[in-house]
């Protein structure tokens, strides 16, 4: 029977290398796989993209991220209050593409179902149309929003079954169930797991299908 | 003449809001109307960071670092509470299912022009957007909170906004520690205003043009508009 629960940290980030897409769960503290973090600055890997809603604030959040000069490229919604960030972004040493939350996660969902993107009326008429493609539906402006996708996803699951099913808990559902779906290995750090069987079909969130390793953390 | 309070702005907002309402509340000034909202309202509060019926901050100690709100602050779920992802959540206000949101701003234009995510002023800072685009272009109705001028005393409602825009053409209510506004296609027309003040007066604050509504009403210390 499939099983995906990984023995340890460095097994559940097995393979990530420079110069790859990296989707990292999470707002604000909830859903952020704290522990996959830990493991990936271990490989010492560098020259990442991340895609994530903020940018880190201290401790062991994405700032250890920046801190140790991993990301080369961040995509992501609110990189505020974000020292370690802020002080590379000044200097020119890290580069921002900034898009509106909603924008966001829709892009991750677009390259996590197989589509070539999505029209959105998020930002027209603002300095986030610039450079984009306007498309009128139903005498409506729209802007032509393109998929991301990634070769990892990093997500923080509450429980998950041995196969790789998962649950959230509470408001740390966030990006992390949209991200499942959108990277080539998807990894979860999730603080149960039980048997198939266990989790309640109509509760699952996300289904297995999308899930390739699971840490106990 | 005494401007409101920011509890008795926040109040003057809550009465407004339409009962059973779906209502996000932007993260800042506008958080202070859940607290004066009164239960028999039944509004209920979307956190776009995937809650529907939040409730209160939690008693000290009780706090749960996985359930918090737009603003990252500690909060409880109200009974019949449900928590969602984010694509789902920017699908309810993208989607015309929330029927008002209430933000701050910087600058609010005569045509509902408005600009509150980033002042424009370039010190190297990096800039940081939220959800605040997307839930005010999806909002059914967006309502502005804010203080009826700059610390400095420049107007905020202004001919046209100076700061980069959040969106265009959405603003439908403001309310400010001065006065009620509502943004109409013949302009800004101020529907009620604080004990003491003049229309003259509160133009010389305002850059816009502003029309008196026709039974202009006055807004007490309370925040009750009457």
Avoid at chain 1, 39 to 44: M, P, S
Avoid at chain 2, 135 to 145: D, R, Y
Wanted: net charge negative; proline share 5%; glycine share 10%.
């Amino acid at each position: 029977m499939r099983n995906v629960v990984v023995p340890d940290a460095a097994a559940a980030v097995a393979g990530i290398s420079d110069g790859m897409t990296v989707m990292v769960g999470g707002f604000g503290g909830a859903g952020l796989p704290r522990v996959l973090l830990k493991a990936v600055l271990e490989t010492g890997v560098r020259g990442l993209t991340v895609i994530s809603n903020n940018a880190g604030t201290s401790g062991d959040d994405l700032s250890s991220w920046f801190e140790a000069h991993v990301v080369d490229k961040i995509i992501c919604s609110y990189p505020r209050s974000a020292e370690a960030f802020t002080e590379q972004y000044r200097r020119g040493d890290v580069e921002l593409e900034l898009v509106p939350q909603g924008t966001l996660v829709e892009r991750i969902r677009a390259g996590g179902a197989g589509l070539g993107g999505f029209l959105c009326p998020v930002g027209v008429g603002t300095d986030f149309a610039k450079g984009k493609e306007v498309i009128e539906v139903e005498g409506r402006k729209h802007l032509l929003e393109l998929p991301l996708k990634a070769d990892f996803a990093l997500v923080r699951a509450r429980d998950a079954d041995t196969l790789g099913n998962l649950n959230f808990n509470k408001t740390a559902r966030n990006h992390c169930a949209v991200m499942t779906t959108a990277a080539r290995v998807t990894v979860a750090e999730a603080a149960r797991i039980v048997k198939p069987g266990a989790m309640d079909p109509e509760a699952i969130v996300t289904p297995c299908i999308f899930v390739n390793r699971i840490l106990k953390a | 003449m005494t401007p409101l309070s920011r509890n008795a702005l926040a109040r003057m907002v809550a009465n407004h809001l339409p009962s059973e309402s779906f209502v996000n509340l932007g993260i800042g000034a506008p958080t202070m109307v859940a607290n004066a909202l009164d239960a028999s309202q039944g509004v209920i509060l979307h956190s776009e960071n995937g809650l529907l019926n939040v409730g209160p901050a939690p008693a000290e100690g009780e706090e749960n670092h996985d359930l918090i709100n737009a603003g990252k602050q500690p909060v409880t779920t109200l009974p019949g509470a449900s928590f969602f992802d984010s694509s789902l959540s920017f699908s309810m206000m993208r989607g015309g299912h929330i029927d008002v949101a209430v933000l701050g701003a910087f600058q609010v234009s005569e045509d509902g022009d408005l600009a509150n995510w980033n002042t424009g002023r370039d010190d190297g800072a990096p800039p940081a957007v939220g959800g605040a685009v997307d839930l005010a272009v999806g909002a059914s109705q967006i309502w502005v909170m804010m203080e009826h001028t700059t610390r400095d005393g420049a107007p905020r409602i202004v001919s046209r906004c100076t700061m980069p825009l959040t969106a265009v053409g959405v603003v439908r209510r403001i309310f400010t520690n001065l006065c009620l506004i509502t943004v109409t296609d013949a302009g800004l027309v101020v529907d009620a205003m604080i004990d003491d003040l003049e229309l003259k007066d509160l133009q010389a604050l305002t850059e816009a043009t502003l029309t008196a509504a026709p039974a202009l009403r006055t807004i007490n210390s309370d925040g009750i508009v009457t």
